[in-house]
Nanobody
Framework: QVRLVESGGGLVQTGASLRLSCAFSGRSFDTYDMGWFRQAPGKEREFVAAITWHGTITDYGDSVKGRFTISRDNAKNMVFLQMDSLQPEDTAIYYC?????????????????WGQGTQVTVSS
């Protein structure tokens, strides 16, 4: 059974950076594409980023392109989300996610496996 645990969230000011981490356990990490979503209060869940199992293909939501970077370390079973130039509209709970069907399913929000989330708050 795959388990995902996020960490690294917090309260920062506009323009600051944060790095989220997601620890993967339970299966062979280097066979799973991975993704990040976020959900702000009163809003629908939003795709943030995805990365293939080999790390060579990445995708980003339009609102974070050029500011956020997804990466992974297959030796440590970890996926990361580097968030730069944070804005108040980035405030949300950020979720790590994966699915055996791969990146396409992940980007659609159809993943079967989700972490518990980590709160990111950006003050103006």
């Amino acid at each position: 059974q795959v388990r995902l645990v996020e960490s690294g969230g917090g309260l920062v000011q506009t323009g600051a950076s944060l790095r989220l981490s997601c620890a993967f356990s339970g299966r062979s990490f280097d066979t799973y594409d991975m993704g990040w979503f976020r959900q702000a209060p009163g809003k629908e869940r939003e795709f943030v980023a995805a990365i293939t199992w080999h790390g060579t293909i990445t995708d980003y939501g339009d609102s974070v392109k050029g500011r956020f970077t997804i990466s992974r370390d297959n030796a440590k079973n970890m996926v990361f989300l580097q968030m730069d130039s944070l804005q108040p509209e980035d405030t949300a709970i950020y979720y790590c996610t994966t699915d055996g069907r791969g990146r396409t399913a992940i980007k659609r929000g159809a993943s079967s496996i989700w972490g518990q989330g980590t709160q990111v708050t950006v003050s103006s």
